[in-house]
């Protein structure tokens, strides 16, 4: 069974901006750490940003400054805000807990071209 659920992917420009969204369909609280990965056909699935339950965030030199990752525990979501985004952000995105990955959802296009 599927736990994360991946949304918000979509074609845009160089430059632009997408917020993704992924939610655990298990509405587990205890997750302690979660992170957003992506890859590209014929690429390594690497991740881009974690999160911590208490906030603390991560992010890979590629991205830093341009995305920012959140929680909320409540709705047992988190986010990855993509700005200023690059045709090499093209990839599919998912997201896991890095500690003890389950299976690997759908997870959502983002294509950035012109």
């Known amino acids: 069974q599927v736990q994360f659920v991946e949304s918000g992917g979509g074609l845009v420009q160089p430059g632009g901006s997408l917020k993704l969204s992924c939610s655990d369909s298990?509405?587990?609280?205890?997750?302690?750490?979660l992170a957003w990965y992506r890859q590209d056909p014929g690429k390594t699935r690497e991740m881009v940003a974690s999160?911590?339950?208490?906030?603390?965030?991560n992010y890979a030199d590629s991205v830093r400054g341009r995305f920012a990752i959140s929680r909320d525990n409540a709705k047992n979501t988190i986010y990855l805000e993509m700005n200023n985004l690059k045709p090499e952000d093209t990839a599919v995105y998912y997201c896991?807990?890095?500690?003890?990955?389950?299976?690997w959802g759908q997870g959502t296009q983002v294509t950035v071209s012109s």
């Open positions: 298990r509405r587990n609280p205890n997750i302690h750490t």
């Open positions: 896991n807990q890095p500690i003890a990955p389950v299976a």
């Open positions: 999160i911590r339950r208490d906030g603390t965030t």
